[in-house]
């Protein structure tokens, strides 16, 4: 079982930078592909960014591309989402997501969630 835990939103104007942080519980973390999220109101949860259980292989959506930039430390239990150059429309709750598949895009296929990080961007 594994839980996790977001940290890091807020609200910052046009072209600033956020880092959000998801700390997993459960030893088994290492193990687990690691993913983000984000839901904007009224619409459906999209994928955004996600990396391999070892680290090397990261995933992005083309809408954030070259601004947005997935970590983890998995000494330090913790997986990261720097944004940089952020829109209005990055506006979202942010989720942070484990798995087994790193490339899936799909939510249906990550097995476990956080509560989310509201991040929004003024204009």
């Known amino acids: 079982q594994v839980q996790l835990v977001e940290s890091g939103g807020g609200l910052v104007q046009a072209g600033g930078s956020l880092r959000l942080s998801c700390v997993p519980s459960?030893?088994?973390?290492?193990?687990?592909?690691m993913g983000w999220f984000r839901q904007a109101p009224g619409k459906e949860r999209d994928f955004v960014a996600s990396?391999?259980?070892?680290?090397?292989?990261?995933y992005y959506a083309d809408s954030v591309k070259g601004r947005f930039t997935v970590s983890r430390d998995n000494a330090k239990n913790t997986m990261y989402l720097q944004m940089n150059s952020l829109k209005p429309e990055d506006t979202a709750i942010y989720y942070c997501?484990?798995?087994?598949?790193?490339?899936?895009?799909?939510?249906?296929?990550?097995?476990?969630w956080g509560q989310g990080t509201q991040v929004t961007v003024s204009s």
């Open positions: 997501a484990a798995g087994t598949t790193p490339a899936a895009t799909e939510p249906l296929r990550w097995n476990y």
């Open positions: 459960g030893r088994t973390f290492s193990r687990y592909a």
């Open positions: 990396i391999s259980w070892s680290g090397p292989n990261t």
